[in-house]
């Protein structure tokens, strides 16, 4: 398909990128995980704090579980949450979760079937009304039942009342749900899904910040050494083939292993440091070639200064390979994570990781038990390191000239 004449190369560019097909489903994968990401809990199967919600009764089941839940008030106050506040770092759970095989209400009193590790075996609990419904004083819950009203103490200890009829409707309206585990649950009854979803979060943040830091290091030292050469070139090239010569995984343990402290940003630093010489290399051999052409000419000419002749002249018609390296560094950040969260290196948090959860389950693979808590992430981290190199490459194309002179003939 022949361009339109008189495009600028920017939407020439644009076009040939939207037409590549690999391109676009890279593109679709990585908006899906960027709208995952930003919603974060709100659309979580678990909303708690770092989807760890755990129910030991229904641990390592199968993904597709699916199980009626019993929801029991906590006696203490569960805070409330805003709407970003909710997004960003999840909301308590006012309740504990029972998993049911069966229930019978009789009175003011539930009589429960709870599951208790398979569909065969349960055991027999029961729960006053008030219990489920209400937050009360543990110390004093003085729970009378009189003619059709129900007394008890609050948190505070004032006696509170509720009419019978209306706390059992209550019960049957608010406090059963079915809930089922797309992906199955972990070892400690969490909902694996959840994890995915919020490690999604971990991995985008890795991948861009360690690509914007391997991206400023790069460009400002591939340019400063392809623009003045000389001395200041020989010192840029020789620390690049110095880390160049290393292999980046190591360095990346190396730098890792020496913060005491392993939170996001020491582990954002550790791999955008060992990454930058690529663009450094491919910024310089552009910056080279550009050097010498005419407009830069005419703007030393007109007095502009270096800085701008660099900033404002020379990068702005190389950003097609800057953006390109930009997506393979991007990808690259999110495998050396999960390699140092499964190495144990990773970042010490309890935001769940990709990785970390590989390093907790790659034994099931072996095993051949429960493998779907090893492959889960496994394939996660594959789609969207995918994903970015499809993007990566139909950038590439979309940039090099070469392919805009072919689609023109």
């Known amino acids: 398909m022949k361009e339109k004449q008189g495009q600028s190369p920017s ?20 908006l899906l995980s960027v709208i995952v990401a930003l919603l974060g809990y709100l659309i979580t199967p678990d ?19 699916e199980i009626q839940m019993l ?8 805070p409330e949450t805003g709407f970003f506040s909710q997004m960003l770092y999840g909301a308590p759970n006012a309740y504990t979760l029972v998993p049911l095989n069966s229930y019978q209400i009789i009175g003011d009193t539930l009589y429960a079937e709870t599951f208790a590790g398979d569909s065969n075996r349960s055991k027999p609990e029961k729960y006053h009304l008030v219990d489920l419904v209400f937050a009360i004083d543990e110390t004093n819950p003085n729970v009378q039942h009189e003619g059709e009203t129900i007394y008890y103490n609050d948190l505070a200890g004032q006696q509170q009342s509720v009419l019978a ?23 400690y009854g969490r909902d694996i899904l959840s994890q995915l979803m919020i490690g999604t979060r971990v991995s985008l943040m890795v991948g861009l910040m360690a690509m914007i830091i391997s991206v400023l290091l790069g460009v400002i030292l591939g340019a400063l050494a392809g623009y003045f050469g000389g001395w200041l070139d020989d010192v840029i090239m020789y620390l690049v083939n110095v880390i160049w010569a290393i292999p980046t995984i190591l360095l990346v343990f190396a730098i ?8 996001l940003w020491q582990v954002f630093f550790a791999i955008g440091v060992t990454m930058w010489v690529e663009v450094a290399r491919i910024v310089r051999g552009q910056v080279i070639s550009m050097r010498e052409m005419q407009f830069v000419e005419a703007a030393k000419s007109l007095g502009y200064s270096e800085g701008r002749t660099i900033f404002k002249h020379i990068l702005p018609n190389i950003t097609g390979p800057i953006i390109v390296q930009a997506a393979a560094n991007f990808a690259s950040a999110i495998l050396i994570e999960a390699g140092l969260s499964y190495l144990g290196l990773g970042a010490k948090t309890e935001v769940p990781t990709w990785g970390r959860m590989l390093s907790d389950n790659y034994g099931y693979i072996i095993s051949g038990n429960n493998s779907f808590l090893a492959l889960s992430p496994g394939i996660a981290i594959m789609l969207l390191v995918l994903a970015f190199n499809l993007l990566g490459n139909g950038l590439r194309d979309a940039f090099d000239v070469k392919t805009s002179l072919q689609s023109n003939r």
Not at 47 to 65: D, R, V
Not at 175 to 186: K, P, R, S, V
Not at 256 to 263: K, S, W
């Open 47 to 65: 909303s708690t704090p770092f989807a760890n919600e755990q129910i030991l009764p229904i641990n390592y089941k199968s993904p597709g579980f």
């Open 256 to 263: 890792a292993i020496a913060f005491e402290d392993r939170g």
């Open 165 to 187: 009829k209306e706390l059992t409707v209550r019960v049957e309206k608010e406090n059963f749900a079915t809930h089922t585990y797309y992906l199955g649950t972990d070892k």
């Open 11 to 30: 939407a020439r560019a644009f076009n040939r990128f939207i037409r590549n097909r690999s391109a676009m489903v890279g593109m679709g994968i990585t």
């Open 71 to 78: 929801k029991v008030r906590k006696n203490r106050e569960v």
